[in-house]
């Protein structure tokens, strides 16, 4: 039993909002709502302004009320009806919440249980045999396994790493780690009050997709070290075949009726095409294949690139390098994150785990601070005469804050502030977390080159106006083939292969998940489904494992073989896709980089909110396919 001293030190240490919410559910006394609605304004710890008076009154009664659960007693308000639920959701974020909303906090947020994700999905029993095979165990591959489980389908996953974890098992760079706060990017149906820190590390989310795994008794039905070549549909037999390397039994086919890639976007490296680049003498490394790298420790480090992987492992190995030279094609926006690098209170993870719905309520907070929250800053105001670097009054005044950071951060440099100032609109291409940028850019042993890469020498770069600078590592932070979706795996339709129909970097999807003339297949992180402004890929994974097992059991249920996407349907989905991407930051006209192929089509990104991608995925309708 915790004592009376500790109990109110830990409460303490509870963001207010989240707690009032919480006290108001457990007492069942509304009114304290309406007292702290004036002074908040906005989901964030920092945006509520509320008196000490009422703070103090606030933690009191929390402590109280955490004696009384702790005594046998119940919270009054377990259940909440939809025009309470939609004004406590309001109040948790200082701005009007709307009653499509509603829904989707129940499912996500679970706000009926005392603490979110406490209690598991039914598991159901195994069935014999392989329904579905899934390709690859990254976070969607482990969502669509647990949702696979929680009806009974059969299935194999195959992962081509030694591990699940996808891209958080592949990226073991210096400083790696998620620029997402953990209290939203998580599982609903496995939240974790754990976290050491509020942006943990490569290894802390890593542990975090084991444990599910674990905790879904998922690992009789994953098969490690397993890479798929070949997908190749049989129509006759209404069934895939797939064909893959096993590092134990060699080169294996495997069939099933229905086939899941969940690969995503971000797992092949992209390596630019600088001239002489094999030719350099020392080590040159890929963000993502830095395993086995060893340190850098005295060395003159070339780090080619400046977005969310450079702006991490640069600060990283800074302490370490002798010289660090950073190349730099655009500027990138980078923003000041609060808790970006602090690590989680026992106090506040007590809170977390302990204090009934106090969890449900913060991460409602998350959720709306880095998703739906934001959306407004992307859309391009058609009469907005504030200049070509913005797009609304709200991007231009997130632009002048971020500028103003910038250059306090550099006020000793106005030089480097020219050249790291972008020249496009906020959101254009993802914010970037400072984590060390700006103070690495001022330590004297780093440099920062704007100029071309002419080209690579044995142990030096050239730039483009004939000056040579001596490297002996050469890191390449220059992201991935997100475009050429799938590959390199060969996927053999009912008409040809998938880059028969999506070219080298030209994929579509019904949802980003169906194609036409690719009977029983699903694409999980598919095109237009990624968020250019924050989010979480975990939310986006349930949505579509959820979708992805009702297709399924519409084809179970109806008694057919196949199903496959309309292609009128997939057809306009995409045009209306493509035509309302010209609303979006995405297409301003200054904005270039991998959310466009190569023709400048918007290709990764959606252009809804999450509350309308998660509605979408609700319920198949049946009209959108063909069974047979």
Same mark, same amino acid.
């Given at each position: 039993?915790?004592?009376?001293?500790?109990?109110?030190?830990?409460?303490? @240490?509870?963001?207010?909002?989240?707690?009032?919410?919480?006290?108001?559910?457990?007492? +069942?006394?509304?009114?304290?709502?309406?007292?702290?609605?004036?002074?908040?304004?906005?989901?964030?710890?920092?945006? %509520?302004?509320?008196?000490?008076?009422?703070?103090?009154?606030?933690?009191?009664?929390?402590?109280?009320?955490?004696?009384?659960?702790?005594?046998?007693?119940?919270?009054? =308000?377990?259940?909440?009806?939809?025009?309470?639920?939609?004004?406590?959701?309001?109040?948790?974020?200082?701005? *009007?919440?709307?009653?499509?909303?509603?829904?989707?906090?129940?499912?996500?947020?679970? #706000?009926?249980?005392?603490?979110? +994700?406490? @209690?598991?999905?039914?598991?159901?029993?195994?069935?014999?045999?392989?329904?579905?095979?899934?390709?690859?165990?990254?976070?969607? +591959?482990?969502?669509?396994?647990?949702?696979?489980?929680?009806?009974?389908?059969?299935?194999?996953?195959?992962?081509?790493?030694?591990?699940?974890?996808?891209?958080?098992?592949?990226?073991?760079?210096?400083?790696?780690?998620?620029?997402?706060?953990?209290?939203?990017?998580?599982?609903?149906?496995?939240?974790?009050?754990?976290?050491?820190?509020?942006?943990?590390?490569?290894?802390?989310?890593?542990?975090?997709?084991?444990?599910?795994?674990?905790?879904?008794?998922?690992?009789?039905?994953?098969?490690?070290?397993? *890479?798929?070549?070949?997908?190749?549909?049989?129509?006759?037999?209404?069934?895939?075949?797939?064909?893959?390397?096993?590092?134990?039994? +060699? *080169? !294996?086919?495997?069939?099933?009726?229905?086939?899941?890639?969940?690969?995503?976007?971000?797992?092949?490296?992209?390596?630019?095409?600088?001239?002489?680049? *094999?030719?350099?003498?020392?080590?040159?490394?890929?963000?993502?294949?830095?395993?086995?790298?060893?340190?850098?420790?005295?060395?003159?480090?070339?780090?080619?690139? !400046?977005?969310?992987?450079?702006?991490?492992?640069?600060?990283?190995? =800074?302490?370490?390098?002798?010289? =660090?030279?950073?190349?730099?094609?655009?500027?990138?926006?980078?923003?000041?994150?609060?808790?970006?690098?602090?690590?989680?209170?026992?106090?506040?993870?007590?809170?977390?785990?302990?204090?009934?719905?106090?969890?449900?309520?913060?991460?409602?907070?998350?959720?709306?601070?880095?998703?739906?929250?934001?959306?407004?800053?992307?859309?391009?105001?058609?009469?907005?005469?504030?200049?070509?670097?913005?797009?609304?009054?709200?991007?231009?005044?997130?632009?002048?804050?971020?500028?103003?950071?910038? !250059?306090?951060?550099?006020?000793?440099?106005?030089?480097?502030?020219?050249?790291?100032?972008?020249?496009?609109?906020?959101?254009?291409?993802?914010?970037?977390?400072?984590?060390?940028?700006?103070? $690495?850019?001022?330590?004297?042993?780093?440099?920062?080159?704007?100029?071309?890469?002419?080209?690579? =020498?044995?142990?030096?770069?050239?730039?483009?106006?004939?000056?040579?600078?001596?490297?002996?590592?050469?890191?390449? %932070?220059?992201?991935?083939?997100?475009?050429?979706?799938?590959?390199? $795996?060969?996927?053999?339709?009912?008409?040809?292969?998938?880059?028969?129909?999506?070219?080298?970097?030209?994929?579509?999807?019904?949802?980003?998940?169906?194609?036409?003339? #690719?009977?029983?297949?699903?694409?999980?992180?598919?095109?237009?489904?990624?968020?250019?402004?924050?989010?979480?890929?975990?939310?986006? %994974?349930?949505?579509?494992?959820?979708?992805?097992?009702? /297709?399924?059991?519409?084809?179970?249920?109806?008694?057919?073989?196949?199903? !496959?996407?309309?292609?009128?349907?997939?057809?306009?989905?995409?045009?209306?896709?493509?035509?309302?991407?010209? @609303?979006?930051?995405?297409?301003?006209?200054?904005?270039?980089?991998?959310?466009?192929? @190569?023709?400048?089509?918007?290709?990764?990104?959606?252009?809804?909110?999450?509350?309308?991608?998660? %509605?979408? /995925?609700?319920?198949?309708?049946?009209?959108?396919?063909?069974?047979?």
């Amino acid at each position: 039993m915790i004592d009376d001293k500790t109990l109110v030190r830990h409460i303490e @240490s509870a963001d207010i909002v989240p707690l009032a919410l919480s006290l108001a559910q457990i007492s +069942g006394d509304l009114t304290l709502l309406e007292r702290v609605r004036p002074f908040i304004r906005g989901p964030w710890a920092h945006q %509520a302004k509320v008196p000490d008076d009422l703070q103090r009154e606030i933690c009191d009664g929390a402590a109280k009320a955490y004696r009384q659960i702790e005594a046998g007693g119940t919270p009054k =308000l377990t259940e909440l009806d939809d025009a309470i639920l939609q004004n406590m959701l309001s109040v948790a974020v200082g701005e *009007e919440v709307a009653q499509d909303y509603v829904a989707m906090a129940r499912e996500q947020i679970a #706000f009926h249980r005392m603490q979110a +994700g406490i @209690s598991d999905p039914p598991k159901a029993a195994r069935r014999d045999g392989t329904k579905a095979i899934i390709v690859g165990a990254g976070v969607s +591959g482990i969502a669509q396994a647990v949702r696979f489980r929680q009806a009974g389908i059969p299935f194999v996953l195959l992962e081509k790493n030694a591990s699940v974890g996808g891209t958080w098992f592949e990226n073991v760079y210096p400083g790696c780690a998620v620029d997402t706060p953990n209290h939203f990017y998580e599982y609903s149906f496995a939240t974790n009050d754990d976290w050491p820190e509020y942006y943990s590390g490569q290894q802390s989310i890593l542990d975090y997709l084991v444990s599910v795994c674990d905790r879904f008794d998922l690992w009789p039905d994953i098969r490690l070290s397993c *890479e798929v070549s070949q997908a190749r549909y049989d129509e006759d037999a209404g069934r895939w075949s797939v064909r893959f390397l096993s590092a134990t039994d +060699g *080169e !294996t086919v495997l069939d099933a009726q229905f086939l899941v890639t969940a690969v995503g976007q971000l797992n092949r490296p992209a390596k630019p095409a600088i001239a002489g680049l *094999e030719n350099f003498a020392g080590p040159v490394v890929h963000t993502a294949e830095w395993r086995g790298m060893g340190d850098v420790r005295g060395k003159r480090v070339a780090l080619v690139g !400046t977005g969310a992987s450079a702006a991490q492992i640069g600060p990283a190995i =800074l302490p370490e390098v002798e010289k =660090l030279t950073i190349f730099q094609r655009t500027g990138t926006w980078i923003s000041k994150i609060r808790n970006l690098d602090r690590k989680v209170s026992a106090g506040k993870k007590w809170v977390l785990a302990n204090l009934p719905f106090y969890g449900n309520w913060y991460r409602f907070q998350m959720f709306w601070a880095f998703a739906d929250g934001l959306y407004p800053v992307l859309r391009i105001d058609p009469d907005w005469n504030g200049g070509r670097d913005s797009v609304n009054a709200l991007n231009a005044r997130l632009r002048d804050r971020m500028v103003h950071y910038m !250059t306090e951060r550099l006020a000793e440099r106005p030089d480097l502030l020219a050249k790291v100032k972008p020249d496009y609109p906020p959101y254009g291409k993802r914010v970037v977390a400072d984590a060390g940028w700006f103070d $690495m850019l001022l330590d004297p042993k780093t440099a920062l080159e704007t100029d071309a890469i002419d080209q690579i =020498l044995e142990k030096s770069i050239r730039l483009s106006d004939g000056r040579e600078i001596d490297v002996d590592t050469i890191i390449l %932070a220059t992201g991935f083939h997100a475009g050429r979706m799938l590959w390199p $795996m060969e996927i053999i339709g009912t008409n040809g292969t998938i880059r028969d129909k999506w070219g080298e970097d030209d994929p579509s999807a019904y949802l980003g998940m169906t194609v036409p003339d #690719f009977p029983n297949m699903f694409v999980l992180y598919g095109p237009n489904t990624g968020l250019g402004h924050g989010g979480s890929v975990m939310f986006l %994974a349930e949505c579509q494992a959820k979708y992805v097992t009702r /297709c399924i059991s519409l084809v179970e249920e109806g008694g057919f073989r196949t199903i !496959t996407v309309d292609p009128n349907v997939h057809d306009n989905y995409r045009a209306r896709i493509d035509r309302e991407m010209q @609303s979006f930051v995405w297409a301003h006209p200054n904005v270039n980089g991998w959310y466009k192929n @190569s023709v400048g089509r918007i290709i990764i990104n959606q252009p809804g909110k999450l509350i309308d991608y998660w %509605a979408s /995925c609700q319920k198949p309708q049946q009209t959108d396919f063909h069974f047979a």
